[in-house]
C-alpha cells in the first residue's frame, strides 16, 4: 500500500479507538501539511514572450497552439458558428477556445511552493491548464515535453497579423486589439 495511504489509514484506524493524540501525531510525523507562501502572479505582459519561447506547444501534451486573438478572429465573422463568451462558459464558448488558447502555467505549483518566474512558467493549453490545476507532473503522470520552434509553427501569428492588417475593424475588439499589439511587438523585438 502506499505510504501516504497506509498513514491516512493507520490514523483513521487510531480514531476508531479514540485515539486522537496518536492519529495527529502520526499524520504530523509522515504526512504533515507545509504551510507554504504563495507570491502574486505577475505575467500578464510576458504571455507572447513564453509562449514564443515554447514556440506554441502545449508543454504538457506536444500539441500545436495558435495565438489567442486569431480564434477571436473567427468568432467576429461567424458568431454563431464559432461562438465566444467572455467568461469562456464551455455552453456558450466554442472548444476551440478551451483547446488551442495558450496559457502560462507554473510547472511546479504555486500552491506548493514553486516559483513565480519563467524558469516555472510552460505554456499549455486551457485545458490541460484547467486539468493540472495545483498537481505536479508527477502527480498526474505527466511529461513535460521539449519547446517548439517559432520559426517551425508560429502558431498562426503571422497569419493573425496578416487578417487584421487586411480588416482593420477588428481591431474595435479590445481582445484582438491587445493581441495584435502583442504579436507585432514580437515580431518587431525579434523575439522569436
Known amino acids: 500500500m502506499d505510504e501516504k495511504l497506509n498513514t491516512l489509514k493507520k ?3 487510531l480514531l476508531l479507538y479514540d485515539s ?4 495527529v501525531e502520526l499524520i ?6 507545509e504551510y507554504k507562501t504563495v507570491n502574486k502572479r505577475k505575467y500578464s505582459g510576458q504571455k507572447m514572450k ?3 519561447r515554447d514556440g506554441f506547444i502545449d508543454r504538457y501534451s506536444g500539441k ?3 495565438i489567442p486573438g486569431i480564434l477571436k478572429v473567427l468568432s467576429t465573422y461567424f458568431p454563431k458558428d464559432f461562438p465566444y463568451q467572455s467568461h469562456w462558459k464551455m455552453s456558450e464558448t466554442h472548444s476551440a477556445y478551451w483547446e488551442f488558447i495558450p496559457t502560462i502555467d507554473h510547472v511546479s505549483p504555486i500552491a ?4 513565480d518566474d519563467e524558469a516555472n512558467w510552460v505554456t499549455t493549453s486551457m485545458i490541460n491548464n484547467s ?3 495545483n498537481w505536479t507532473l508527477e502527480q498526474l503522470g505527466w511529461v513535460l515535453y521539449e519547446p517548439g ?8 501569428t503571422n497569419l493573425f497579423i496578416c487578417l487584421v492588417d487586411k480588416d482593420r475593424e477588428l481591431l474595435k475588439d479590445p481582445y484582438v486589439k491587445n493581441w495584435y499589439s502583442l504579436a507585432r511587438r514580437a515580431m518587431e523585438n525579434k523575439d522569436i
Not at 486522537?20 to 492519529?23: D, L, P, S, T, V
Not at 506548493?112 to 516559483?115: A, D, L, V
Not at 520552434?149 to 498562426?156: E, M, S, Y
Request: proline share 0%; charged share 30%.
Open 11 to 13: 490514523a483513521c484506524e
Open 20 to 23: 486522537k493524540i496518536e492519529a
Open 28 to 33: 504530523r510525523q509522515q504526512y504533515q501539511f
Open 50 to 52: 513564453i509562449f514564443i
Open 64 to 66: 500545436k497552439l495558435v
Open 112 to 115: 506548493t511552493g514553486g516559483r
Open 131 to 133: 486539468i493540472k490545476s
Open 149 to 156: 520552434d517559432f520559426r517551425n509553427w508560429d502558431g498562426l
